[in-house]
């Protein structure tokens, strides 16, 4: 007996700042969510500018200025009937593009970091406390090297 087909990962990409393909972007999200132990879950990811993450940041947290990534859970494992769509996670190309040399990564592999970012923080990661920091972060790497092509590290 096979198992069910996944349901897909939904990309809008809004922005082309980055060389990141819609089909990029969805099987990197593809890989964590199974990887992670969830492949019944979807998510939709937004790549968008900085312009409209910056509005979105003050609208819906009360920062100014953009952000790298937001991720907004939409999941609820208590719910006894629950979509499987975990949340929604939106990436500022214009944001991987700046920071990206400052990682040592190129623009698409900053922006696919994000996408692993947001859909930890969706998973239950947290890094805001010291000790959770760290296990987010090596969770990333995991999935990044798994994923990132060698012409990706700057």
Avoid: C
């Amino acid at each position: 007996m096979s198992s069910p087909t996944p349901p897909p990962i939904e990309v809008n990409k809004q922005h082309d700042s980055v060389d990141l393909s819609v089909e990029d972007a969805a099987a990197i999200a593809r890989l964590v969510l199974d990887g992670e132990g969830r492949p019944e879950l979807s998510a939709s990811i937004a790549l968008i500018d900085d312009a409209t993450m910056a509005d979105l940041n003050e609208r819906y947290l009360g920062h100014e200025g953009p952000t790298d990534v937001i991720a907004f859970p939409l999941y609820d494992p208590e719910d006894p009937d629950p979509e499987p769509l975990l949340g929604e996670v939106i990436v500022s190309l214009d944001t991987a593009l700046r920071q990206a040399p400052e990682h040592a990564l190129t623009a698409r592999a900053e922006a696919l970091l994000y996408i692993v970012h947001g859909l930890l923080h969706l998973l239950g990661y947290d890094d805001h406390a010291e000790g959770e920091r760290a296990r987010m972060e090596a969770r990333q790497q995991h999935w990044l090297q798994r994923f990132v092509k060698p012409s990706d590290l700057a």
